[in-house]
């Protein structure tokens, strides 16, 4: 099973980038997968969170509003089009994925995926 996450790069403040997660080798359709955040010196934080099967959506308040998760299903792959990027955003991006069915609660939660991705770096400068 590989999760590849790419689109990770230096922004200015107020800019975007969208990050891609392409999966292989594992069917998601009742699982759900998810992106995370981690600095230096602290925990992983949930981001936000797709459903592969159906519409639930999860994301974290400081994020709700300025980005999106979406899948594309034929390509296997999700994203996050992150717009409105502040400083407090710097962080390396994993995506993650598990084939059981999260709900709102435990879909926050690192330990409850089975697979993670490369970590993809994002840079917000001020």
């Known amino acids: 099973v590989q999760l590849q996450a790419s689109g990770g790069g230096l922004v200015q403040d107020g800019g975007s980038l969208r990050l891609s997660c392409r999966t292989s080798?594992?069917?998601?359709?009742?699982?759900?997968l998810a992106w995370f955040r981690q600095v230096p010196g602290k925990e992983r934080e949930f981001v936000a969170a797709?459903?592969?099967?159906?519409?639930?959506?999860y994301y974290t308040d400081s994020v709700r509003g300025r980005f999106t998760i979406s899948k594309d299903r034929a390509k296997n792959t999700i994203y996050l089009q992150m717009n409105g990027l502040k400083s407090e955003d710097t962080a390396e991006y994993y995506c993650?994925?598990?084939?059981?069915?999260?709900?709102?609660?435990?879909?926050?939660?690192?330990?409850?995926?089975?697979?993670w991705g490369q970590g993809t770096l994002v840079t917000v400068s001020s």
């Open positions: 080798g594992r069917d998601f359709s009742n699982g759900i």
């Open positions: 993650a994925g598990t084939g059981r069915g999260l709900i709102s609660t435990t879909a926050r939660l690192p330990r409850e995926y089975d697979y």
């Open positions: 797709i459903k592969w099967s159906g519409g639930s959506i």
